[in-house]
């Protein structure tokens, strides 16, 4: 079967065809940086992370792009608290945030572009919407966008443009009568008394919100995307507004599919930093290891409004544990048993576990419908249970260990918690043996070298660093 999205854009589930064969250009709205990162904002991450695995599952190269926002007014507000300069928050913050989407298994973007180091990309694109009719200068050197001047403005947030617009001057805010029309937005706005700034044609200042995401996902992937993701917020206005800008200065259609998470609520209400109603990640991992947030995230559909409660995150414990406990009890049946083939009837048993990763794969076509998917992960274990015996062959047991773990590493849950502890040790020895190359210590890098090598992990030095073979 084929994989399907539910498209935003046309409101329906539609069939997943990549621009180019085989490739797929994904950009993932990311967060602003200017505190850590709530569980809500760790939605989308998990979420659009587990798309990205199981599309390389499928075999599909993914070019994975994530912002992060590290101008805003928020992130200026606070450094003016501090007394520090704005990349100093953002920078302490963007460091935070990559070691919570770590310790939740979220794999790093292909490339995570920053908004203050994509300033010249956003003054040529600027530059083009006002070549083009498409923007204007006002009298204080703001740019706008013109809103009016792109007829399909409201296509993926199915709003009408007449209703909102109207040319009403009341949903014009003080400071804002310059602008042609209520929807005009701002491209580009002058800057203020202590705050960061850069030069321009129109006035030293500050890029809009909605013009980095069209200026990175140009750069990084090109005029028309696959995929373009992020929290329902987003569809508009911004979401709308990227559409708007980049389809008014590339004549191309942005991104093909346009897939939005629903909210993370606490007590039915988003969980937001404006309610305060929020917990951190780091909150939550003070309690819980961060394998069960994202079994929780994963046991709704990404679509569905997700409550978050202490009932549901012991629930995700226990779940999650549930398949911890089974793997490790397939690895100590395996480790004991005496015969390394496998019978007949295991043959036909593990044919038969080959039914539930065909359920996974069928739930996860379905617009990666995850509580499903794990559903199919639970049947497996119960299967797994049943039928692991003391007498089990060894080929048998790992077979149906190799299904539970595949299955689990797809939604980016590691359940097999002693390979876990074995590529930490890894990684130590290798950073050691870094160590002492630098301090020519040469013995010490060969002696872990073969230290290495006897746990089955050949090292190579290679020009972009270490690579490690498993031999
Ligand atoms: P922000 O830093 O507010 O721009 O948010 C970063 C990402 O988190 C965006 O994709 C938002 O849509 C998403 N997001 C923020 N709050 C929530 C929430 N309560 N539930 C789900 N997604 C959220
Ligand atoms: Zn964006």
């Given amino acids: 079967m084929s994989m399907k999205i539910y498209n935003t854009l046309t409101r329906k589930k539609e069939e997943f065809v990549p621009l180019e064969p085989g490739k797929v250009k994904m950009y993932v709205c990311g967060p602003t940086v200017y505190n850590l990162i709530h569980i809500g904002n760790a939605r989308p991450m998990i979420v659009f992370d587990t798309v990205r695995r199981y599309m390389e599952h499928k075999g599909l190269e993914v070019n994975y792009v994530s912002n992060f926002t590290d101008v805003d007014d928020k992130i200026i507000k606070k450094a003016i608290e501090e007394g520090v300069e704005a990349s100093v928050i953002s920078e302490r913050y963007i460091a935070e945030c990559k070691k919570d989407m770590a310790a939740m298994n979220v794999k790093p973007a292909t490339t995570h572009p920053l908004a203050t180091e994509e300033i ?16 204007y200068t006002a009298a204080d050197g703001t740019v706008y966008f013109r809103t009016r001047s792109f007829q399909e403005y409201g296509k993926l947030s199915h709003k009408n443009l007449d209703d909102l617009r109207g040319g009403n001057r009341s949903l014009l805010v003080s400071g804002e009568e310059q602008k042609e029309d209520a929807l005009d937005f701002v491209l580009w706005k002058p800057k203020k008394e202590g705050e960061p700034y850069w030069e321009s ?12 995401c069209s200026v990175m996902s140009k750069k990084y992937l090109g005029d028309e995307i696959d995929i373009h993701a992020g929290g329902e917020d987003l569809v508009f206005p911004h979401h709308e507004n990227e559409i708007a800008q980049s389809e008014a200065a590339n004549g191309k259609t942005f991104a093909k599919y346009w897939m939005h998470n629903a909210f993370l609520n606490i007590d039915n209400k988003k969980m937001s930093k404006s309610l305060g109603n929020f917990f951190t990640v780091r909150d939550i991992s003070e309690k819980y290891d961060l394998q069960i947030l994202r079994f929780f995230m994963l046991s709704a559909h990404y679509r569905s409004p997700l409550n978050f409660s202490a009932e549901l995150m012991e629930a995700a414990k226990n779940g999650y544990e549930r398949i911890v406990t089974c793997v490790d009890n397939l690895k100590f049946l395996t480790e004991k048993a005496k015969s390394e083939g496998m019978s007949g009837a295991e043959e036909a048993l593990l044919q038969e576990a080959e039914g539930f990763v065909a359920k996974f794969d069928e739930a996860m076509d379905d617009d990666f419908n995850t509580a499903d998917a794990i559903a199919a992960i639970f049947e497996l274990v119960k299967f797994a249970n049943t039928n692991a015996k003391e007498d089990s062959n060894k080929a048998f047991l790992q077979g149906l260990k190799d299904k539970i773990v595949m299955l689990s590493d797809i939604c980016g849950l590691i359940v ?4 876990e502890l074995l590529d930490e040790e890894i990684e130590r020895l290798i950073q050691e043996r870094q160590e002492a190359k630098k301090a020519k210590n040469f013995a010490r890098a ?20 270490v690579k490690i073979v498993r031999v």
């Fill in 201 to 212: 044609p129109w006035c030293d200042g500050r890029p809009g919100w909605h013009i980095e």
């Fill in 446 to 465: 060969d002696e872990i070298r073969d230290e290495l090598l006897a746990k089955g992990i050949a090292l190579k030095d290679t020009r972009e660093g």
């Fill in 416 to 419: 097999d918690k002693q390979e």
């Fill in 120 to 135: 010249c990309g956003m003054l040529e694109m600027i530059q083009t919407l006002i070549d083009k009719g498409h923007a």
